[in-house]
């Protein structure tokens, strides 16, 4: 399959990109440095390129059979849309070319889920430090949901840098009100691989943890 994976360059975005190769995908990462991507591969392709340029992002999704968003930053203590904004630009993209198949990673604690990271993120680390990026994760799910295509939204947990253990919970309860649940990024990236593959979840959020 032909995947663009936007984010490519974030610890998560880069563990999609080795993974899918490593199942014989043919991989696009867009990046905004393609020389500080280190990953080589006969069949991976680094295009240099901005979400929120909507041009860098129309040449990235032309070819393309499907699309895997891991979008981040770190701009976190300030009003933003970068997530928000950068996804409309490619699920745009995505309707010009014709190209139906999006998976978007986003959090548990987004939407519906906001009581489900455990106290010490509810109470302290998404009202104080995250607010405004949960802010636009959650304008992100909305654009999502309104584009009319092939999508799936995917909630980790906390994120570690773990060995993949292979297994997970997922459905749309996942999550604690009282403890943080975590998950690999390792064993997200497989999830997220594994969706496009055999589709479980097309037009549907679901939540992972370890």
């Given at each position: 399959?032909?995947?663009?994976?936007v984010g490519a360059s974030g610890a998560l975005g880069r563990e999609l990109v080795a993974q899918a190769l490593a199942r014989g995908h043919r991989v696009t990462a867009l990046v905004r440095v393609p020389d500080r991507f280190e990953l080589?591969?006969?069949?991976?392709?680094?295009?240099?390129?901005?979400?929120?340029d909507p041009a860098t992002v129309e040449a990235a999704v032309a070819g393309q059979e499907a699309v895997v968003s891991a979008l981040g930053h770190k701009r976190w203590m300030i009003p933003t849309d970068i997530l928000s904004t950068g996804t409309a630009n490619v699920l745009a993209a995505m309707a010009r070319h014709g190209v139906r198949r999006f998976v978007c990673v986003t959090s548990l604690g987004v939407g519906d889920s906001w009581w489900r990271m455990g106290l010490y993120y509810t109470?302290?680390?998404?009202?104080?430090?995250?607010?405004f990026y949960f802010w636009d994760k959650h304008r992100q799910e909305k654009i999502v949901r309104a584009s009319g295509l092939d999508w799936t939204?995917?909630?980790?947990g906390a994120l570690t840098h773990g060995r993949a253990r292979g297994r997970w919970r997922s459905g749309p309860q996942v999550g604690n009100a009282l403890w943080t649940v975590r998950i690999a990024r390792a064993d997200v990236a497989r999830f997220l691989l594994d969706e496009l593959a055999d589709p479980h979840h097309v037009r549907a959020t679901v939540a992972i943890a370890g």
């Amino acid at each position: 399959m032909r995947i663009l994976i936007v984010g490519a360059s974030g610890a998560l975005g880069r563990e999609l990109v080795a993974q899918a190769l490593a199942r014989g995908h043919r991989v696009t990462a867009l990046v905004r440095v393609p020389d500080r991507f280190e990953l080589r591969h006969p069949n991976l392709t680094v295009v240099a390129g901005d979400v929120l340029d909507p041009a860098t992002v129309e040449a990235a999704v032309a070819g393309q059979e499907a699309v895997v968003s891991a979008l981040g930053h770190k701009r976190w203590m300030i009003p933003t849309d970068i997530l928000s904004t950068g996804t409309a630009n490619v699920l745009a993209a995505m309707a010009r070319h014709g190209v139906r198949r999006f998976v978007c990673v986003t959090s548990l604690g987004v939407g519906d889920s906001w009581w489900r990271m455990g106290l010490y993120y509810t109470l302290f680390v998404l009202p104080v430090i995250l607010q405004f990026y949960f802010w636009d994760k959650h304008r992100q799910e909305k654009i999502v949901r309104a584009s009319g295509l092939d999508w799936t939204i995917v909630r980790p947990g906390a994120l570690t840098h773990g060995r993949a253990r292979g297994r997970w919970r997922s459905g749309p309860q996942v999550g604690n009100a009282l403890w943080t649940v975590r998950i690999a990024r390792a064993d997200v990236a497989r999830f997220l691989l594994d969706e496009l593959a055999d589709p479980h979840h097309v037009r549907a959020t679901v939540a992972i943890a370890g």
